[in-house]
């Protein structure tokens, strides 16, 4: 279908078609119906309504072809029978005229055969045998795919129309010589002239996307008025005319006043048509001005360079930033090519970017350096679609530009600072992992010695120099947790993190674990209470790894829970695994501090004021949490307390499995 058509109007043309395709076969089959069984109400007319058979016959053809060439596929079947009813209904046509010139006529022949007993003396009306040989070519041109065909079969169409069209209007004024050729020959009926209009308009209206019935069809000015202006046209001079007759016998007046009046009603008529058009479009035509104004001055002060070419390469549009990129005044860019405006290795890159889009019909983006007049190298994004014309074939290529050199240039300077990023952040892993190492086996000595105080292996101690070993004791594991957080830190960012998974007892682990810092809770006069099954869950698991979470989260509900407080360790079962919750009725956590608790070296202001650990916690614990193929988070409010959980998934961990299988 064309770009112009409006798919409604074309639905409603097709529709159009078929009716006017079922009356012209419903006309045909009653007209031949009635001679073949002698009914007196379809035989019997009056003479300018009686049809001859042959005529009948012929319009059952073209009907039928008509009627099979709606919607069929071309060189379908019902396509080839269309084509051969109407080649049928030609020839029977074509007989018919060539025996009012010869004398010999297919009525000579069919008189002798059984039917000439249903046939009337006589030949098929000469016009009307015209009029069927154009529209049985009509039909057999039709369906064809050229456009060139397609509009010579609506050629013929119309030409059997005008054929039909006089000898109606000689029925409806009752002038004699319009319903035939000339005198002595047969007046075409007017049941013959009816069915003429109505194949006709059948053929228009099946196609009316293809050539001139375009218009008719469009969204446009030319098929708006098309559309209101038609039908006044061609009914205004019939009823015009229908009233100068009826004016002459109702009050006698003689024809010079019927033509008089006609004459001054069509005036009238078509001059309150014209001012009433030529008011609309000088709406449509400020309109349509206004909005190309609108658009000009957009393109005009667009910073983006915006250009359109045809297929030859020729600028059709150019905006002032298009002057101002290449050095031109638009006026000067107009009609010349690429390469008499750019740099021949510039000029060719456009031009092979130009064919692509013409040749797949699709756009295309691209980067293009162009060197200005002043000689500075300015790099633009482009973006090219392709262009079409009002009747909806490709005529070129519409493009849109945008100076990008400063976005490059700190794009640049974007990626070198970001590539010292990576060269600093190395720099600080390699560090992190080096001086964990090194502190490894200074504090593994420490802890050893505190240890041989603390049991008096060299001596004993009195009460306050036991104090001062205990405190040693604390800080070396307090140091060491945080060399142990380092670490993995460094394994982590490295991608050397494992797990080491083994069956375990995710209950009992728990419960020594609680009760490890029992003492700690008491210490700080807090309640440390557990929830726990009573049966063992074995789960395959890093149990190092899980008790390093666990202890994180006990240790931080610890810290942050003021005297008095209470801390719940539940361990349930659900649907989806094994869910753990640290519940505390601590401080509790601003909403907006919540997205920045598992990140790296972060630390709340409570957490910076106590000076508690090295922001690392919370942050391995994920990795670790989400290495077994589990989830974490946190459920909190400032006063309220909060909730870590953590969820481990039913089955073997993922990296157990890779584990297993490298094993």
């Known amino acids: 279908m064309s770009a112009r ?79 051969a009813m109407a080649l049928l209904a030609v020839a029977l046509a074509s007989c018919e005229l060539t ?43 039709l369906p064809s795919t050229f456009p060139r065909l397609c509009r010579l079969a609506q050629t013929m169409a119309i030409a059997a129309m005008v054929v039909a069209f006089l000898p109606a209007v000689g029925y409806l004024f009752q002038i004699a010589t319009f319903t035939r050729l000339r005198a002595g020959y047969n007046p075409m009926a007017a049941t013959s002239a009816l069915g003429f209009l109505f194949a006709g308009a059948a053929v228009l209206a099946s196609h009316p996307e293809r050539t001139f019935m375009a218009l008719l069809c469009s969204d446009r000015l030319g098929g708006r008025m098309l559309r209101r202006l ?112 750019f740099e021949p290795a510039t000029a060719r890159r456009i031009q092979e970017h130009d064919r692509r889009v013409i040749a797949s019909e699709s756009p295309l983006s691209d980067e293009i350096a162009i060197r200005t007049p002043a000689r500075e190298d300015r790099i633009y994004d482009s973006s090219k679609y392709p262009y079409y014309a009002p009747d909806g074939t490709l005529s070129g290529v519409m493009a849109i530009s945008r100076d990008i050199t400063e976005r490059k240039r700190l794009e640049a300077q974007l990626r070198g600072q970001y590539e010292k990023l990576k060269e600093l952040d190395k720099l600080k892993g390699d560090f992190v992992n080096a001086v964990s190492h090194d502190l490894r086996s200074p504090l593994t000595s420490i802890l050893g010695y505190a240890e041989f105080l603390e049991d008096e292996i060299g001596g004993a101690l009195t009460p306050q120099q036991q104090e001062f070993v205990s405190q040693i004791e604390k800080s070396t594991k307090r140091l060491e947790g945080m ?58 698991l890093d149990p190092q790894r899980i008790d390093r979470v ?13 005297e008095g407080g209470r801390i719940l360790v539940k361990l349930a079962e659900d649907g989806e695994g094994l869910l753990c919750e640290v519940t505390d009725t601590g401080i509790g956590i601003a909403p ?35 290495a077994h193929g589990g989830w974490i988070g946190v459920r909190s409010a400032p006063g309220k307390g909060s909730t870590f959980w953590f969820r481990l998934p039913y089955g073997v961990p993922p990296q157990c499995r890779r584990e297993s299988r490298a094993s």
């Open 230 to 341: 038609l039908p006044a046209l061609v009914l205004a001079p019939i009823l015009l005319g229908l009233l100068g007759i009826w004016a002459q016998r109702a009050w006698g007046f003689d024809a010079p006043f019927g033509i008089g009046l006609m004459v001054t009603g069509l005036v009238v008529f078509t001059t309150s048509l014209l001012w009433w058009h030529s008011s609309i479009f000088e709406r449509l035509e400020a309109a349509l001005s206004d909005s190309e104004t609108k658009l000009r001055t957009l393109i005009d002060a667009s910073p983006d360079v915006i250009m359109i070419r045809d297929r030859e390469g020729r600028y059709l549009l150019a905006n002032p930033a298009f002057g101002r990129m290449v050095g031109l005044p638009v006026s000067g860019i107009l009609g010349r090519t690429d390469d008499a405006i």
């Open 550 to 562: 666990l202890a994180n989260l006990i240790g931080n509900a610890l810290k942050f829970t003021p």
């Open 592 to 626: 907006e501090d919540l997205p920045k608790l598992f990140q790296r070296f972060t630390q709340l202001e409570a957490g910076a004021r106590m000076k508690a650990g090295t922001g690392l916690g919370l942050s391995i614990s994920k990795a670790q949490v989400e």
């Open 5 to 83: 058509c409006n798919p409604r109007y074309v639905r409603g043309l097709h529709l159009a078609a078929r009716i006017a395709s079922l009356g012209v076969l419903a006309l045909g089959a009653a007209m031949l119906i009635g001679w073949l069984i002698g009914h007196p109400a379809l035989r019997d007319l009056p003479s300018a309504w009686a049809m001859h058979p042959l005529t009948a016959l012929t319009f059952l053809l073209q009907g039928g072809a008509s009627w099979l060439q709606q919607g069929g596929p071309v060189g379908g079947r019902s396509i080839r029978w269309a084509r």
């Open 99 to 141: 025996g009012h010139l010869s004398g010999a006529s297919v009525e000579n022949w069919l008189h002798r055969a059984p039917l000439g007993r249903f046939l009337p003396e006589g030949l098929m009306a000469p016009n009307t045998a015209l009029a069927m040989v154009f529209m049985g070519v009509s039909l057999l041109l």
């Open 483 to 540: 060399v142990t957080d380092l670490l993995d830190f460094a394994r982590l960012d490295a991608g050397t993190f494992r797990l080491h998974c083994e069956e375990a007892d995710l209950v009992g682990r728990i419960r020594d674990l609680v009760d490890s810092l029992r003492p700690q809770a008491e210490e700080h006069r807090l309640t440390l209470q557990t929830e726990l099954p009573g049966e063992p869950l074995m789960r395959v």
